[in-house]
Nanobody, 117 residues
């Protein structure tokens, strides 16, 4: 079992910044990647950014150059630094960890990010 605790969401004006954090605990040895997804009202959940154990990163095209994902392996924590936020970044952001075996994915409870224009 893996437990995920997210923090850092909130309300910000367009052009502002937020930093999301997600701390993982439990059986972590099978994790090979951590990431963030988001879901806007009426839309499907989508990948925002992910980072592997080796430090390789992957970003949605819509956030490249504005968002940065990082992780502190000693703290089992993944971060998402979000700069130059836009109203279309509004949604519930979910932390995700991916494992090499079943169950392959764990999800956080979600944190709301609202960007006003």
């Amino acid at each position: 079992q893996v437990q995920l605790v997210e923090s850092g969401g909130g309300l910000v004006q367009a052009g502002g910044s937020l930093r999301l954090s997600c701390a993982a605990s439990g059986s972590l040895f099978r994790i090979n990647a951590m990431g963030w997804y988001r879901q806007a009202p009426g839309k499907e959940r989508e990948l925002v950014a992910a980072i592997t154990n080796g430090g390789s990163t992957n970003y949605a095209d819509s956030v490249k150059g504005r968002f940065t994902i990082s992780r502190d392996n000693a703290k089992s924590t993944v971060y998402l630094q979000m700069n130059d936020l836009k109203p279309e970044d509004t949604g519930v952001y979910y932390c995700n960890v991916h494992q090499i075996s079943y169950p392959y994915d764990y999800w956080g409870q979600g944190t709301q990010v609202t960007v006003s224009s």
